[in-house]
């Protein structure tokens, strides 16, 4: 059986759906690619020749600079965090001034996910995700205290911020850090009301020496180590991309309680 008809029959049989109904094909998938990845199932065949292109959104005038903003975060309208919503021209926007300011580009994530855009007033001034956490992270789990047993169980309870952009025009003092704030307050109730369970810890990969984590470590988040360079679903030992900081930020104080059962 092909891997998508396969994805299917499990979410069928095991009712796996989203809060609006849908089966959650995606998020199988990217399941059974970790499990082997585990080595602990074995899946067919890829049929899957030649890699899918990557999403392109062009620029448009909608995400074209906008007049500087210089104030610090006290001195500017009220902030308000609005979650995107799969599609339509918001989520479009979002997408485009990922793919044109963030340094990384745009990458769709799979599974659980969520967008947000930050205004101030009617300003845009920032954009921010969270999707799944990486499959396997040593510093992580050392932090947490897991067993790999424990890790497989509890994984979906950690959400990674995979995008935190400040627009290019935006210099505002205490703004990065006022956001992830306001991000880590929201989270799990929005989590909650999408997916039906909410996260307990967030994670965050943080590229040096092109970054520090200031304003990470400004929110109270904690560095606990540095990835080997192997990518978030990596199967095997050898280094392909560039070290970053492991960042981590328990969202309630009995987060291990939760995580190591």
Not at 62 to 85: C, F, G, W, Y
Not at 124 to 144: G, P
Request: glycine share 6%.
């Amino acid at each position: 059986m092909k891997r998508t008809p396969l994805s299917r029959v499990i979410c069928e049989a095991l009712d796996w759906r989203g809060t609006d109904g849908r089966l959650c094909e995606m998020a199988c998938r990217v399941t059974l690619l970790r499990l082997q990845a585990d080595a602990l199932i074995e899946l067919p065949p890829s049929q899957i020749r030649q890699p899918r292109r990557r999403a392109c959104f062009a620029p448009t005038v909608l995400s074209d600079p906008k007049p500087a903003i210089t104030a610090a975060v006290h001195e500017l309208a009220p902030l308000n965090m609005r979650i995107v919503q799969g599609r339509g021209p918001d989520s479009r926007l979002w997408n485009e001034t990922m793919a044109r300011y963030h340094y990384l580009g745009y990458t769709p994530m799979s599974g659980h996910q969520l967008r947000y855009s930050i205004h101030a007033g009617d300003q845009l001034v920032a954009l921010i995700s969270f999707a799944a956490a990486a499959w396997k992270l040593a510093d992580r789990e050392r932090y947490v205290g897991w067993t790999d047993a424990q890790r497989r169980s509890h994984l979906h309870r950690v959400v990674n911020n995979t995008r935190f952009l400040i627009l290019p025009w935006v210099h505002s003092l205490g703004l990065a850090s006022k956001v992830l704030g306001m991000a880590a307050r929201r989270l799990s109730a929005d989590w909650q009301q999408r997916y039906g369970f909410a996260p307990v810890l967030l994670e965050t990969f943080v590229e040096s020496p092109r970054h520090k984590g200031t304003c990470y470590r400004a929110a109270n988040w904690q560095l606990v180590g540095r990835t080997t360079g192997r990518g978030k679903t990596s199967t095997d030992h050898a280094a392909q991309l560039p070290t970053k900081d492991v960042w981590l930020y328990p969202l309630r104080k009995d987060f291990r309680s939760v995580l190591a059962v």
